[in-house]
T-cell receptor
Framework: DAGITQSPRYKITETGRQVTLMCHQT?????MFWYRQDLGHGLRLIYY???????DKGEVPDGYVVSRSKTENFPLTLESATRSQTSVYFC???????????FGNGTRLTVT | KNEVEQSPQNLTAQEGEFITINCSYS?????LHWLQQHPGGGIVSLFM???GKKKHGRLIATINIQEKHSSLHITASHPRDSAVYIC????????????FGQGTTLQVKP
């Protein structure tokens, strides 16, 4: 089905482990974004990408790594998970700089 | 002071009431988004606007670029409208980053 999908929906991991959250979109949108949502902070941008092989930092990039080798995929990796990275992560895509945003259903990550 | 401020933070209404949620911003923008998030749910884009007014069903969004202000109106509110409504702005000249408001939590009682 067309759309934007995130996986997994839920993930529990231990401090220090590497975790990768997946994001896949079928529209060939050029822009993709990763946000985290925490109580009291709203949505905060972690990383974004304007096209394949182009990525840039957002507000809170520390501890995260992204790649975009293909237009449709934008994985987010936590290299060494910390408890402060417990959050709900949303991936989004957009066809253009001033086009509507489409969000995935989110990944709830708990770091123990 | 946040660059995007929403008011009110929380809103309780009775079914059928007309609802207004406000968003003020302090930066130059190229577009403003209104988003909806149901409890425990995903985020849906309601509107994207850069001028004037847009309407979709019972929802109306307006923006005044000179006053740096936008409003989201819900006519004939219904309990299923209960959600968090989020305003986000795309800064002029920016490559695509959005600045988000803190959200307005709306509860519509039957």
């Amino acid at each position: 089905d067309a759309g934007i999908t995130q996986s997994p929906r839920y993930k529990i991991t231990e401090t220090g482990r590497q975790v990768t959250l997946m994001c896949h979109q079928t529209w060939s949108h050029s822009y993709m974004f990763w946000y985290r949502q925490d109580l009291g902070h709203g949505l905060r941008l972690i990383y974004y990408s304007a096209a394949a092989d182009i990525t840039d930092k957002g507000e809170v990039p520390d501890g995260y790594v992204v790649s975009r080798s293909k237009t449709e995929n934008f994985p987010l990796t936590l290299e060494s998970a910390t408890r402060s990275q417990t959050s709900v992560y949303f991936c989004a895509s957009s066809g253009g700089i001033n086009s509507p945003l489409h969000f995935g259903n989110g990944t709830r990550l708990t770091v123990t | 002071k946040n660059e995007v401020e929403q008011s009110p933070q929380n809103l309780t209404a009775q079914e059928g009431e007309f609802i207004t949620i406000n968003c003020s911003y302090s930066v130059g923008i190229s577009a403003l988004h209104w988003l909806q998030q149901h409890p425990g749910g995903g985020i849906v884009s309601l509107f994207m606007l850069s001028s004037g007014k847009k309407k979709h069903g019972r929802l109306i969004a307006t923006i005044n670029i000179q006053e740096k202000h936008s409003s989201l109106h819900i006519t004939a509110s219904h309990p299923r409208d209960s959600a968090v409504y989020i305003c986000a702005v795309r800064v002029s000249g920016n490559t695509g980053k959005l600045i988000f408001g803190q959200g307005t939590t709306l509860q519509v009682k039957p």
